[in-house]
């Protein structure tokens, strides 16, 4: 393919990094951020798969076989463990303003800035050969697919100047803010697109190779089995050595927390802490998607391959190459292209903040003539050294890269910075979790871990290319042989990775918890040490981690900020200290601690820990405090944190049984009301019938020479009356014994088919008088159900009856069902009447509602009928219900337990 055109492409993709970036950063502020998103949070922690996962993982398959499933088993281990250490993280990183790996070993050590400066050495040293790496990935898969190396006679190579663009993309979108800690919107918004791009690229490359070179994983898997290494390339342990994937595994364990690019996207661009229930899932799970097609692709290149001379590394591009597949080489190309770029970007970034702040603002602020003469420009001079330090690690990362890293495969370059940084494991999870830790302990084992690691991991690279002599491999330094790099102590049968991680993890680990134990904390050390490992006592407030004592003045805080943040983002500050602290304040009168401990937050959000805990200590004089003071302190802190918890919880408890009284206060004014309005048409309905009683009775009585007939008449409406009365008696005793609970049931097994047959036969002179079609559907065997035969009559009777009075007066139709369903036994009657509003469908079967509501629902009767009915079923255990449409017809339905009646025999 034509060089200039692969070329271009790489500057496009570069260009459309740009584009994306600009485009997340103008949406951010619009008030619309992407990185709001969890998905986008876990797709940007994918930055952990490099052009190492990329091609890397490839060669590794391809020369020792399942090896490399464990740098992705150990992160899919982690995930589960993140909501306990990496929420923790997180959460003290962002009350402590913390944006670094460096500045948090330093803050939770008392802000010691010797071991801030190591810890980012450590990383500058670990990280560089890892970056390099990228950019060997990048310039070997521009060779091969062009055809040439990157050098013409325009540009002496090209992989250099793609690292100075990204160098100035980082530039532009990784040093906007002066502060560490704002989000980096439109990087986190490149590095997750890159992330879908990789793995998207990576599935199509497995595809073809799978499917389009091969007839499938059996082709490749039938044809494979020809090689002479196929068994042990398809075997997890085929030497039996279970050490090397034990520490493989802790390796990337450690890594997926501790790497600068990941400590960057998972803690540092966190937006909220709940994200983290999305990547322990879908980062995994991304994992699992781009590892698919590592062994096809790893096994189809060992048989396309097997007499050529190609790096194992590349055979991703160069299977479809070799195949004319052009267009798919270039998209193959851009995918280990935008996996070796999002690395650098973000690795970059954390690299210049981290040695920014601790390497180049201590010194600064620190030396009094060189704070003194440059106290106005300190903000530019952070920025600009931040930029600096992006393309000196680039510079530093391309020269290893020419010189170390071009010499080994992708896969041992990346161990090398993996061992690197598990260095810190012991001062970080011992930190968080362990109280006695001292800034003595933290460095002596990081230190002599440190030390270790160059010596048993750097030194043998550095003799590889010819930079130390051999005899240091072979017969140790000055011939001791019990120092040689590779059997260090004596200690043979071991690999190299896992003989590194050995000695240096145990005596790492050692020496942070031997030293820690025989020295004395600080009162600052003690301090941060109760607020690291309790943090989630003391991020409730404010107050919570401040000790501190001493003398300050206002304006010397204020201009403090001013120097650093401006003196618009100063005022703001001090405004949003004044809001949260309310109260008289002396511009010119002393700092009260809160404030002291305020400034020395924001100042760290934007310097880092330690060199704000020089500026602070520069302008106050601050006086000693005890160890006894420091816990103390944090006692009354805790305490004051459990009264307002406790205080909290009353108020609400307060507040909810007010809420509560509020609302049964309501509902008894309600049910007042309509026991009065039902007292009153109970009174009008006992009146009507005793009214009517009493003038027939009068009319009789005054005229004994009435006509016989009419006597009969007006006795037979006597009979009648009396009998509505009694009903209407007998209905209200009946609410007033169920409701009070002595109603007693006369409980036996029956046939609900039967209750129906009788309820319906009640009824069938009124329903041929009203001309309706009553139609029964009872399914046969109906199983029994433990009834009172009398009170469930008295249901269908009910009901039943509302249905011939509200059937539609014209052409009048019921249908009565009964069937056994889910263990119930259900009755239903529905009717073609004018059908009942939503809104009263639940209320229809208050006893209250009928006297509220006669005029809307019924025009005649006590409307009792429908509250009892629900009393017996409910006593019945059952349940009654209505579903109906205005205009429709309604729909009564009612439950029995079958179950019961099988109890009861």
Same mark, same amino acid.
């Given at each position: 393919?034509?060089?200039?055109?692969?070329?271009?492409?790489?500057?496009?993709?570069?260009?459309?990094?740009?584009?994306?970036?600009?485009?997340?950063?103008?949406?951010?502020?619009?008030?619309?951020?992407?990185?709001?998103?969890?998905?986008?949070?876990?797709?940007?922690?994918?930055?952990?798969?490099?052009?190492?996962?990329?091609?890397?993982?490839?060669?590794?398959?391809?020369?020792?076989?399942?090896?490399?499933?464990?740098?992705?088993?150990?992160?899919?281990?982690?995930?589960?463990?993140?909501?306990?250490?990496?929420?923790?993280?997180?959460?003290?990183?962002?009350?402590?303003?913390?944006?670094?790996?460096?500045?948090?070993?330093?803050?939770?050590?008392?802000?010691?800035?010797?071991?801030?400066?190591?810890?980012?050495?450590?990383?500058?040293?670990?990280?560089?050969?890892?970056?390099?790496?990228?950019?060997?990935?990048?310039?070997?898969?521009?060779?091969?697919?062009?055809?040439?190396?990157?050098?013409?006679?325009?540009?002496?190579?090209?992989?250099?100047?793609?690292?100075?663009?990204?160098?100035?993309?980082?530039?532009?979108?990784?040093?906007?803010?002066?502060?560490?800690?704002?989000?980096?919107?439109?990087?986190?918004?490149?590095?997750?697109?890159?992330?879908?791009?990789?793995?998207?690229?990576?599935?199509?490359?497995?595809?073809?190779?799978?499917?389009?070179?091969?007839?499938?994983?059996?082709?490749?898997?039938?044809?494979?089995?020809?090689?002479?290494?196929?068994?042990?390339?398809?075997?997890?342990?085929?030497?039996?050595?279970?050490?090397?994937?034990?520490?493989?595994?802790? #390796? $990337?364990? /450690?890594?997926? =927390?501790?790497?600068?690019?990941?400590?960057?996207?998972? @803690?540092?661009?966190? *937006?909220?802490? &709940?994200?983290?229930?999305?990547?322990?899932?879908?980062?995994?799970?991304?994992?699992?998607?781009?590892?698919?097609?590592?062994?096809?692709?790893?096994?189809?290149?060992?048989?396309?391959?097997?007499?050529?001379?190609?790096?194992?590394?590349?055979?991703?591009?160069?299977?479809?190459?070799?195949?004319?597949?052009?267009? #798919? $080489?270039? /998209?193959?190309? =851009?995918?280990?292209?935008?996996?070796?770029?999002?690395? @650098?970007?973000?690795? *970059?970034?954390? &690299?210049?903040?981290?040695?920014?702040?601790?390497?180049?603002?201590?010194?600064?602020?620190?030396?009094?003539?060189?704070?003194?003469?440059?106290?106005?420009?300190?903000?530019?001079?952070?920025?600009?050294?931040?930029?600096?330090?992006?393309?000196?690690?680039?510079?530093?990362?391309?020269?290893?890269?020419?010189?170390?890293?071009?010499?080994?495969?992708?896969?041992?370059?990346?161990?090398?910075?993996?061992?690197? @940084?598990?260095?810190?494991?012991?001062?970080?999870?011992?930190?968080?979790?362990?109280?006695?830790?001292?800034?003595?302990?933290?460095?002596?084992?990081?230190?002599?871990?440190?030390?270790?690691?160059?010596?048993?991991?750097?030194?043998?690279?550095?003799?590889?290319?010819?930079?130390?002599?051999?005899?240091?491999?072979?017969?140790?330094?000055?011939?001791?042989?019990?120092?040689?790099?590779?059997?260090?102590?004596?200690?043979?049968?071991?690999?190299?990775?896992?003989?590194?991680?050995?000695?240096?993890?145990?005596?790492?680990?050692?020496?942070?918890?031997?030293?820690?134990?025989?020295?004395?904390?600080?009162?600052?050390?003690?301090?941060?040490?109760?607020?690291?490992?309790?943090?989630?006592?003391?991020?409730?407030?404010?107050?919570?981690?401040?000790?501190?004592?001493?003398?300050?003045?206002?304006?010397?805080?204020?201009?403090?900020?001013?120097?650093?943040?401006?003196?618009?983002?100063?005022?703001?500050?001090?405004?949003?200290?004044?809001?949260?602290?309310?109260?008289?304040?002396?511009?010119?009168?002393?700092?009260?601690?809160?404030?002291?401990?305020?400034?020395?937050?924001?100042?760290?959000?934007?310097?880092?820990?330690?060199?704000?805990?020089?500026?602070?200590?520069?302008?106050?004089?601050?006086?000693?405090?005890?160890?006894?003071?420091?816990?103390?302190?944090?006692?009354?802190?805790?305490?004051?944190?459990?009264?307002?918890?406790?205080?909290?919880?009353?108020?609400?408890?307060?507040?909810?049984?007010?809420?509560?009284?509020?609302?049964?206060?309501?509902?008894?004014?309600?049910?007042?009301?309509?026991?009065?309005?039902?007292?009153?048409?109970?009174?009008?309905?006992?009146?009507?019938?005793?009214?009517?009683?009493?003038?027939?009775?009068?009319?009789?009585?005054?005229?004994?020479?009435?006509?016989?007939?009419?006597?009969?008449?007006?006795?037979?409406?006597?009979?009648?009356?009396?009998?509505?009365?009694?009903?209407?008696?007998?209905?209200?005793?009946?609410?007033?014994?169920?409701?009070?609970?002595?109603?007693?049931?006369?409980?036996?097994?029956?046939?609900?088919?039967?209750?129906?047959?009788?309820?319906?036969?009640?009824?069938?002179?009124?329903?041929?008088?009203?001309?309706?079609?009553?139609?029964?559907?009872?399914?046969?065997?109906?199983?029994?159900?433990?009834?009172?035969?009398?009170?469930?009559?008295?249901?269908?009777?009910?009901?039943?009856?509302?249905?011939?009075?509200?059937?539609?007066?014209?052409?009048?139709?019921?249908?009565?069902?009964?069937?056994?369903?889910?263990?119930?036994?259900?009755?239903?009657?529905?009717?073609?009447?004018?059908?009942?509003?939503?809104?009263?469908?639940?209320?229809?079967?208050?006893?209250?509602?009928?006297?509220?509501?006669?005029?809307?629902?019924?025009?005649?009767?006590?409307?009792?009928?429908?509250?009892?009915?629900?009393?017996?079923?409910?006593?019945?255990?059952?349940?009654?219900?209505?579903?109906?449409?205005?205009?429709?017809?309604?729909?009564?339905?009612?439950?029995?337990?079958?179950?019961?009646?099988?109890?009861?025999?």
């Amino acid at each position: 393919m034509n060089y200039w055109v692969v070329i271009g492409v790489s500057f496009c993709y570069l260009a459309l990094l740009f584009g994306l970036a600009w485009w997340a950063e103008r949406r951010s502020a619009a008030g619309r951020s992407l990185v709001s998103n969890p998905y986008i949070y876990a797709l940007s922690m994918a930055v952990y798969c490099t052009a190492w996962t990329y091609y890397g993982s490839v060669g590794r398959a391809a020369t020792s076989g399942m090896e490399y499933l464990a740098i992705y088993i150990g992160p899919t281990l982690m995930a589960p463990l993140w909501w306990v250490v990496l929420r923790k993280i997180i959460r003290i990183c962002k009350v402590q303003r913390i944006t670094t790996i460096a500045d948090f070993i330093s803050s939770r050590y008392g802000k010691h800035v010797t071991l801030g400066s190591i810890v980012t050495i450590i990383c500058v040293l670990g990280i560089i050969p890892y970056i390099s790496i990228q950019l060997k990935a990048i310039a070997s898969s521009l060779t091969i697919l062009t055809g040439k190396v990157s050098e013409t006679e325009v540009f002496p190579d090209t992989s250099f100047f793609i690292a100075i663009g990204l160098g100035l993309f980082t530039i532009v979108y990784g040093t906007r803010h002066l502060e560490a800690t704002e989000r980096h919107e439109g990087m986190v918004t490149a590095i997750a697109f890159e992330s879908v791009l990789k793995l998207v690229v990576f599935i199509v490359a497995g595809l073809f190779v799978t499917y389009g070179v091969f007839n499938g994983f059996g082709d490749i898997m039938q044809q494979a089995a020809q090689l002479p290494d196929f068994e042990e390339l398809i075997t997890v342990n085929n030497d039996g050595n279970y050490s090397q994937w034990f520490w493989m595994v802790v #390796l $990337s364990m /450690l890594a997926i =927390l501790f790497l600068p690019r990941q400590f960057q996207v998972a @803690v540092v661009e966190n *937006v909220n802490e &709940l994200h983290l229930n999305k990547a322990m899932w879908l980062f995994p799970l991304y994992l699992f998607a781009i590892n698919i097609f590592v062994l096809p692709i790893a096994l189809g290149g060992n048989l396309l391959f097997a007499d050529a001379t190609i790096d194992a590394d590349l055979y991703v591009l160069a299977i479809p190459l070799s195949e004319g597949q052009s267009i #798919l $080489s270039l /998209l193959i190309y =851009l995918g280990g292209f935008s996996a070796a770029t999002s690395m @650098v970007i973000v690795s *970059v970034i954390a &690299l210049s903040v981290m040695m920014s702040n601790n390497l180049i603002m201590p010194v600064l602020v620190s030396v009094p003539a060189i704070k003194n003469r440059y106290s106005n420009k300190l903000t530019l001079i952070l920025v600009n050294s931040r930029r600096f330090c992006i393309l000196l690690v680039l510079v530093l990362a391309y020269l290893y890269y020419k010189y170390v890293a071009e010499y080994y495969s992708l896969v041992e370059v990346g161990l090398v910075s993996f061992a690197a @940084v598990a260095q810190f494991a012991p001062a970080i999870i011992g930190g968080i979790f362990w109280k006695e830790g001292t800034r003595y302990g933290a460095l002596a084992g990081t230190i002599v871990g440190a030390i270790l690691w160059f010596y048993t991991l750097v030194v043998p690279s550095m003799v590889g290319v010819g930079m130390l002599p051999e005899t240091i491999l072979n017969d140790g330094p000055f011939g001791i042989t019990l120092l040689k790099p590779f059997e260090l102590f004596g200690l043979q049968g071991m690999d190299y990775i896992s003989h590194a991680m050995f000695w240096s993890m145990f005596l790492n680990v050692g020496l942070y918890i031997g030293v820690s134990l025989l020295t004395r904390q600080t009162s600052q050390e003690r301090n941060q040490a109760e607020v690291f490992v309790d943090i989630f006592k003391y991020s409730t407030i404010f107050e919570s981690s401040i000790v501190w004592k001493g003398t300050a003045y206002i304006p010397d805080i204020k201009s403090l900020l001013v120097n650093f943040l401006g003196k618009r983002r100063a005022e703001t500050a001090m405004k949003a200290y004044h809001r949260k602290y309310p109260g008289p304040i002396d511009e010119t009168g002393k700092a009260d601690p809160k404030l002291v401990t305020y400034a020395e937050k924001l100042l760290a959000g934007v310097i880092g820990t330690s060199s704000a805990r020089i500026m602070v200590s520069s302008v106050v004089k601050e006086e000693e405090i005890s160890i006894d003071e420091v816990l103390n302190i944090l006692k009354e802190s805790q305490q004051l944190i459990s009264i307002n918890n406790e205080l909290r919880r009353k108020s609400m408890e307060l507040r909810k049984a007010t809420e509560q009284l509020r609302t049964a206060n309501e509902r008894l004014k309600h049910t007042d009301e309509l026991k009065d309005e039902f007292l009153s048409t109970v009174t009008h309905e006992l009146r009507t019938p005793l009214t009517s009683i009493r003038a027939l009775s009068e009319i009789l009585y005054d005229n004994p020479g009435m006509e016989r007939e009419d006597q009969e008449h007006f006795l037979h409406t006597i009979v009648k009356e009396a009998e509505r009365l009694t009903r209407l008696i007998t209905q209200v005793l009946d609410l007033e014994r169920f409701d009070s609970g002595k109603q007693r049931l006369h409980l036996q097994p029956l046939q609900i088919k039967d209750v129906i047959s009788e309820s319906v036969d009640a009824l069938k002179q009124l329903v041929q008088e009203k001309n309706i079609d009553l139609v029964v559907d009872v399914q046969q065997n109906l199983p029994d159900v433990l009834g009172d035969r009398d009170r469930l009559i008295q249901v269908m009777v009910n009901l039943i009856s509302n249905a011939i009075k509200f059937c539609n007066p014209e052409q009048g139709r019921i249908i009565v069902s009964g069937y056994f369903i889910d263990g119930d036994v259900k009755v239903n009657v529905a009717d073609n009447g004018k059908g009942i509003a939503p809104d009263m469908q639940k209320q229809i079967f208050d006893k209250f509602y009928q006297a509220h509501n006669q005029n809307l629902l019924k025009p005649e009767g006590s409307g009792l009928g429908l509250a009892i009915s629900k009393r017996i079923i409910e006593t019945h255990q059952g349940r009654i219900w209505v579903e109906s449409e205005p205009g429709k017809g309604s729909r009564f339905s009612f439950v029995l337990p079958a179950k019961v009646a099988a109890a009861a025999t």
